[in-house]
């Protein structure tokens, strides 16, 4: 059943099963979703930009430090060396110090280098050597006339912190993204809240009736702004619906008069001849009649139909058709009765009739095949036609939406007739050729609840 939202304050009628597709969007087809990702590849960048250029320079700063250390030991050992006269001085622990002689061996050694004593030096024009399978960094002084002093310190403290910086460089890069995408989410389901609401109601809106306008938010931002074009959008729509509306009302009434004078003459005049043509003429007559009734609850917005239920032969339904729609081969079974409004019932199925020969041409075919159980009635309509537009789809019954030329209303038409009398009304494409309408109503084995055939 259709139901109602309130919007702005009214009622707004929505159609069973509107906006169930868009109720949830896919998370790829989500703007929340593309903004937390952009978002996150922004915080990324700039953390891996932002975090290099930080760890780049307080690793620059450490070496300073390391190298003007290492420079202060140097020159301090050189100056004892010097003021001693190549005596015994006392190096500071946590390094490696060797005198080398104008021979190029080492001369004195510190003791954890005790096994170069004496020996040529190995280190030769070398900054970087490691040492017992440590890395040290090495400068060098002149010492007066004795030769050259080398003094090293360890840079295992340097290498650590390398290693530790990129390591916290790499999880902060691997956690920021994960917290700026769950954050990013959050944040735009609250900011985009407003927007998905409105979304959801403009798509229960049933444009067959007054289209309202929808709520706005408080706070005037850009979905504000949105939803303000929309409304004015929606009021440039519903006036040009009730303009539509009123000029179709004024077509109809005119048209309304002129009818029902025919209408009465022509039964006049079918009452006093039997001539097949005055019977056909008063049929059409019936038919038009009913057309701007459509047409008028249809300007009024709606289409609703009043069923007047007969008990009838099958044979009658054929008769009317077959007047209505020349040329049409009927097959199954009409020796049934129907349990029906004729008259709703031959505008119904006359139209999928009438569809079929536009389709079908003068040379075509068009078959209505009926068959019953006590369940339910079956009217198969099949025409030798092109077929139904694949674009349309279901669309083909909404109304003025047409695949063969015509007002599109018939079959909008029959269906709403269908609808009204239990039962259903579908269409395909059959493989060979052409169109196929299935048109279903209950089968007249109604027990005994009597009630329903005095309906009208």
């Known amino acids: ?7 702005g304050g009214r009622g707004v009628p929505i159609t069973p099963g509107a906006g169930l597709h868009t109720a949830r969007v896919a998370w790829r087809h989500s703007l929340r979703f593309r903004l937390a990702l952009v978002y996150t590849l922004v ?43 190549l005596g015994k001085v006392s190096v500071p622990a946590g390094g490696y110090t060797m005198l080398i002689g104008k021979d190029g061996r080492v001369t004195v050694a510190s003791l954890s280098l005790v096994d170069y004593d004496k020996s040529p030096f190995p280190f030769a024009d070398q900054t970087q050597v490691t040492i017992q399978d440590t890395p040290v960094r090495a400068v060098t002084r002149k010492v007066g006339d004795f030769g050259t002093l080398w003094v090293g310190l360890p840079t295992d403290a340097l290498v650590d912190a390398r290693a530790s910086a990129g390591r916290a460089l790499a999880l902060a890069l691997l956690v920021t993204p994960v917290l700026m995408l769950l954050i990013g989410l959050w944040v735009g389901r609250r900011a985009l809240n407003g927007l998905g609401r409105a979304a959801a109601l403009a798509d229960q809106i049933d444009p067959t009736h007054s289209v309202a306008t929808l709520p706005l938010p408080a706070r005037e931002d850009e979905v504000h702004r949105l939803l303000t074009a929309i409304n004015r959008l929606l009021v440039r729509i519903d006036a ?94 009409w020796t049934g009765s129907l349990l029906c409004d004729p008259d709703r019932l031959t505008q119904a199925i006359r139209n999928l009739l009438a569809n079929g020969r536009r389709a079908a041409g003068p040379d075509g075919r068009v078959v209505i095949t009926l068959t019953e159980t006590p369940e339910v009635i079956t009217f198969r309509v099949c025409d030798t036609g092109p077929g139904l537009p694949a674009e349309l789809g279901d669309r083909i019954f909404e109304p003025f939406v047409s695949g063969s030329g015509s007002s599109g209303l018939g079959l909008s038409v029959s269906r709403q007739i269908a609808l009204m009398h239990g039962g259903t009304l579908t269409a395909s494409t059959q493989r060979a050729s052409g169109a196929e309408f299935v048109l279903t109503i209950p089968g007249a084995a109604l027990g005994d609840d009597e009630d329903e055939v005095g309906e009208g």
Do not use: C, N
């Open 240 to 333: 040009g619906q009730a303009r539509e509306k009123q000029l179709l009302g004024q077509i109809v009434h005119e048209l309304g008069a002129p009818l029902t004078v025919l209408r009465a003459s022509l039964a006049r005049a079918s009452e006093r001849t039997s001539d097949p043509e005055v019977q056909r003429a008063a049929l059409v007559a019936d038919e038009l009649t009913f057309t701007t009734q459509d047409l008028m609850q249809l300007a009024r917005g709606q289409l609703e139909l009043k069923l007047a239920w007969h008990f009838i032969p099958a044979r009658t339904l054929q008769g009317r058709l077959d007047r209505l729609v020349p040329g049409t081969v009927f097959d199954g079974d």
């Open 43 to 85: 915080a990324l960048a700039l953390i891996s930009v932002i975090g290099l250029g930080v760890i780049t320079l307080l690793l620059r700063q450490m070496d300073a430090q390391f190298d003007a250390r290492l420079s202060e030991r140097a020159d301090t050992l050189a100056e004892a060396y010097v003021g001693q006269r």
């Open 1 to 7: 059943m259709a139901g109602v939202v309130q919007v």
